[in-house]
């Protein structure tokens, strides 16, 4: 490929102590953690809106709680707590949350979800972020990093204002892409082969009682959840699926690897979150590739919304109304970290001296279930990249193991990451010491007095 030389001389337009280079599930909490805990703390968002994935990919946020009905023994015990639980709080206070739900079916995989409405979320997101006086730049990427050796100092980034530098004491990288780590020269492998890209839709018009009488003469649900949701005829809170039981469905469905749907519902007539269109192997690095992924997965998705409405009873009527922002992103970068998650810790319950989250959800439930519905510890050095100085990870870019990811990459663990991220980075921006050599005490005593878990 030719390439061509500039000459850039790039403006350093703010200096901050924590900079948090992407406003996602993991990116939002860190960005309110570290304000909180008196940092002048910046927050660069490539879309213009908070949330990432969490809004865009994920349906159900898994799992505030343990796998508690699959083993009764060990008792209901809410794992997350701290700031994630702050927000699904003034979610519900608003009336834009019904909370966390118990799973009337498919209490196996997740004994609890919760659900949240998404077009509210942007907005007390952004309350919130105000509260404690963030920075936010929106339409904005960080597209590089400025270095000192091997010390990140700041990032340079891309707007509308044209290219400017943001200078930090602590960087925090929460793209889920691990771009800032990738630009700074910290260690990653890829695994976007392990997994798939998805692109989740709602439809609205759907007779969501109707549907479930089908669903249930034809023994086709596997998650349900009724609940009051302000209607007088409609009560479908959470409803997944199997349509491969249906021939025509499930020869479009091999083809390209589509699941369920699984889905949740939270307003009348209106089937808010459909999850089952799915692509391979999508390097969401690669400006082709994801292109590329983004066209095929409208497709696919709309094609199952007009088979929907010609073949299952219930979507007669109903027609599509929210598509996401941008394809749903599993997996790419994982950054090597001092330490990596391994499914063998997940699993039986693993603890360490320096954990800063607890966790009690797998994603594989109930073929892979953490021991007796327990949960685990997440420590400081799986957020604290190899070799770059003054840099942190939090969200779906760390554990290489792929049965490892679908524990640590799901919303509950990428916020309380966050959470830690965020107080880790503000506490070494107020000690003047790198990440490396931040007193972990220091930081789980921190934790411990902003209500989360240890
Ligand atoms: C289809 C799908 C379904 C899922 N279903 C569930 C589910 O039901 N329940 C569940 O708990 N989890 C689910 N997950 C997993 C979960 O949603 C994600 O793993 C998690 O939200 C990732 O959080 P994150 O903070 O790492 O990344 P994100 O939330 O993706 O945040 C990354 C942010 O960084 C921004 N960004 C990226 N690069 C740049 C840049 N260079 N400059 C500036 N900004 C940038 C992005 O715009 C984004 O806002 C699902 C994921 C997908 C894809």
């Known amino acids: 490929m030719r390439t061509i030389i500039e000459t850039l001389e790039t403006p350093v337009r703010y200096e901050c102590d924590v900079l948090v280079c992407g406003g996602g599930t993991a990116g939002?909490?860190?960005?309110l953690a570290a304000a909180r805990s008196g940092a002048r703390t910046i927050l660069v968002e490539r879309y213009g809106y908070i949330g990432g994935s969490l809004i865009n990919g994920a349906g159900p946020l898994h799992s505030f709680f343990n796998l508690y009905k699959a083993f009764p023994d060990a008792g209901k015990i809410q794992v997350i707590r701290g700031i994630p639980q702050e927000i699904v709080t003034r979610?519900?206070?608003?009336?834009?949350?019904?909370?966390?739900?118990?799973?009337?079916?498919?209490?196996?995989?997740?004994?609890?979800?919760?659900?949240?409405?998404?077009?509210?979320?942007?907005?007390?997101?952004?309350?919130?972020?105000?509260?404690?006086?963030?920075?936010?730049?929106?339409?904005?990427?960080?597209v590089g990093?400025?270095?000192?050796?091997?010390?990140?100092?700041?990032?340079?980034?891309?707007?509308?204002?044209?290219?400017?530098?943001?200078?930090?004491?602590?960087?925090?990288?929460?793209?889920?892409?691990?771009?800032?780590?990738?630009?700074?020269?910290?260690?990653?492998?890829?695994k976007h082969d392990t997994t798939s890209a998805g692109f989740p839709f709602g439809m609205t018009g759907v007779d969501m009682e109707r549907l479930v009488a089908f669903l249930k003469e034809n023994d086709m649900i596997t998650q349900l959840i009724e609940g009051d949701k302000g209607s007088d005829v409609d009560h479908i809170i959470r409803l997944g699926f199997d349509l491969h039981k249906i021939p025509l469905f499930a020869e479009f469905m091999d083809k390209s690897g589509?699941?369920?749907?699984?889905?949740?519902?939270?307003?009348?007539?209106?089937y808010s979150y459909i999850n089952s269109a799915t692509l391979r192997n999508v390097d969401?690095?690669?400006?082709?590739?994801?292109?590329?992924?983004?066209?095929?997965?409208?497709?696919?998705?709309?094609?199952?919304?007009?088979?929907?409405?010609?073949?299952?009873?219930?979507?007669?009527?109903?027609?599509?109304?929210?598509?996401?922002?941008?394809?749903?992103?599993?997996?790419?970068?994982?950054?090597?970290?001092?330490?990596?998650?391994?499914?063998d810790e997940i699993v039986n319950c693993a603890r360490f001296d320096d954990e800063v989250m607890l966790y009690g959800f797998h994603d594989c439930a109930p073929r892979i279930m953490i021991k007796d519905g327990g949960y685990y510890g997440l420590p400081y050095r799986a957020l604290l990249p190899v070799k770059v100085d003054?840099?942190?990870?939090?969200?779906?870019?760390i554990t290489s193991e792929?049965?490892?990811?679908?524990?640590?990459?799901?919303?509950?663990?990428?916020?309380?990451?966050?959470?830690?991220?965020?107080?880790?980075?503000?506490?070494?921006?107020?000690?003047?010491?790198?990440?490396?050599?931040?007193d972990t005490e220091l930081l789980r005593t921190e934790l411990r007095k902003q209500g989360v878990f240890l």
């Not at 608003?94 to 659900?115: C, F, N, R, V």
């Not at 589509?258 to 209106?270: C, D, R, V």
């Not at 003054?390 to 870019?397: E, P, Q, T």
């Open 145 to 190: 990093a400025v270095m000192d050796g091997d010390c990140i100092r700041g990032v340079i980034i891309e707007g509308k204002s044209g290219r400017e530098v943001i200078e930090a004491r602590a960087v925090i990288d929460t793209t889920g892409d691990g771009d800032i780590a990738a630009f700074s020269g910290a260690e990653f492998i890829k």
């Open 402 to 438: 792929w049965d490892a990811h679908m524990s640590t990459r799901n919303t509950a663990s990428c916020m309380a990451q966050g959470q830690a991220v965020g107080t880790a980075a503000a506490l070494c921006a107020r000690e003047g010491v790198a990440p490396r050599q931040l």
């Open 284 to 343: 969401a690095t690669d400006t082709e590739a994801l292109s590329e992924a983004e066209i095929t997965l409208r497709h696919q998705a709309m094609t199952l919304s007009r088979m929907l409405r010609e073949h299952i009873p219930g979507f007669e009527k109903a027609y599509v109304s929210w598509t996401p922002a941008c394809v749903g992103v599993r997996y790419t970068r994982v950054v090597r970290c001092e330490h990596d998650m391994s499914l």
């Open 258 to 270: 589509m699941w369920g749907p699984l889905g949740f519902s939270l307003h009348e007539n209106n």
């Open 28 to 31: 939002f909490v860190a960005a």
């Open 91 to 142: 979610m519900q206070e608003a009336g834009a949350s019904p909370g966390h739900l118990e799973q009337d079916k498919g209490g196996s995989y997740d004994s609890m979800i919760t659900l949240m409405d998404w077009e509210e979320f942007k907005d007390m997101a952004f309350t919130m972020l105000e509260e404690c006086n963030v920075k936010v730049l929106l339409h904005t990427m960080a």
């Open 390 to 397: 003054g840099l942190l990870v939090a969200g779906r870019l």
